[in-house]
């Protein structure tokens, strides 16, 4: 049977929570919402979870309004306080200094998102002995690579970090990445971090060396937004959209059709999407697809994830200090 592609843990745990067994063990789900915005956290508490789940043991915070992808300030600096608030409890104290990794090709819009947040975190490590005086004690340590991709570099980029790591020594990793969604209607409006690190591009299928603690030897925090479904996705929510509709309000032309509406609204999603798929794979391969505006949307995501980097690597200055130091 065809998986579905995700890298969204709580798109799996809604996807499981749908099924006839509603409880898993090992695996907990809680969720919050207020001012238009979602935030639901699944943890793996142990093996059978991960199983499960087929993700590794860990919290999986998701962050989703759909004002994320429209330009409104004012929800944006909530979302960057709530993203800040759920990293500064998955990352502790930083005792050291911080790595950001931009993961992604930055010739590859939808894929840009690792290499734009990383031209606008406020990077210091060359400097933080050195500060002006209003400064010292209010900025950590922190130090940015965008590594590209292995097509490109023909490095794992696994490879280069870890080297990397191993030269600057520091206390914590945090990777951002460009995502995929199993439902459009998450495409450009979800931020997913974990404490599990990330396995670049397994959301649609390209598997890589894992970034995780266990390969790099410090923690690694992992940042993502999907930015892309595939295309037997796009095509089987429409078809849910379209059945739903119809079963609803059915034109007086189509009516001895109702029956075999019936019949494919009552298919189950995987053997749906993979009929979807394995018609369109001959036609279109492994294709996937983003909406048109990725580009301004990507900037106004990657502005909100530096941000809340911005705050959390550097305790002693607030949003206002990062604009003013930034721009």
């Known amino acids: 049977m065809q998986n579905i592609y995700t890298d969204l843990a709580l798109e799996i745990a809604e996807q ?7 409880s898993f063990d090992g695996i907990e789900l809680e969720t919050w919402d207020s001012h238009n915005i979602n935030v639901a956290t699944v943890r793996i508490t ?3 979870g991960a199983a499960v789940m087929g993700k590794s043991i860990g919290s999986y915070i998701t962050i989703e309004s759909a004002e994320m992808k429209s330009n409104n300030i004012e929800i944006h600096e909530k979302i960057i306080g709530i ?10 104290k930083i005792d050291g200094p911080a790595l950001i990794i931009g993961l992604g090709n930055s010739n590859v819009t939808p894929d840009s998102l690792g290499p734009k947040v990383i031209s606008k975190v ?11 005086s209003e400064l010292k004690g209010r ?16 490095i794992e980029t696994a490879e280069v970090v870890r080297g990397l790591a191993e030269h600057v020594e520091p206390s914590l990793i945090i990777a951002i990445d460009a995502l995929a969604a199993r439902s459009i209607g998450r495409i450009n409006q979800t931020i997913q971090l974990t404490d599990t690190g990330i396995s670049p591009g397994a959301g649609i299928g390209n598997v890589r060396m894992a970034l995780t603690k266990e ?3 410090v923690p690694v925090i992992a940042i993502g937004v999907p930015t892309v479904v595939d295309a037997a996705t796009f095509v089987n929510d429409t078809m849910d959209l379209f059945l739903n509709q119809m079963s609803e309000n059915t034109p007086e032309s189509l009516k001895d059709g109702a029956e075999f509406f019936g019949m494919l609204e009552n298919l189950e999603d995987r053997d749906k999407y993979a009929v979807i798929r394995n018609t369109l794979s001959p036609l279109v391969g492994n294709m996937f697809v983003t909406p048109k505006e990725i580009g301004e949307v990507v900037g106004w995501l990657s502005n909100i994830i530096a941000n809340a980097i911005n705050m959390v690597v550097h305790e002693g200055i607030d949003k206002d200090d990062i604009n003013r130091f930034m721009y």
């Open 122 to 132: 406020l990077i210091t490590r060359h400097i933080v002995d050195n500060l002006p």
């Open 16 to 22: 499981l929570q749908s099924g006839v067994e509603t």
């Open 83 to 92: 993203l800040a608030e759920k990293l500064s409890g998955l990352v502790g």
């Open 215 to 217: 390969t790099l030897g």
């Open 139 to 154: 900025l950590g340590s922190l130090c940015a690579l965008s590594p590209g991709v292995m097509g490109l570099t023909g």
């Open 46 to 48: 142990n093996e059978a």
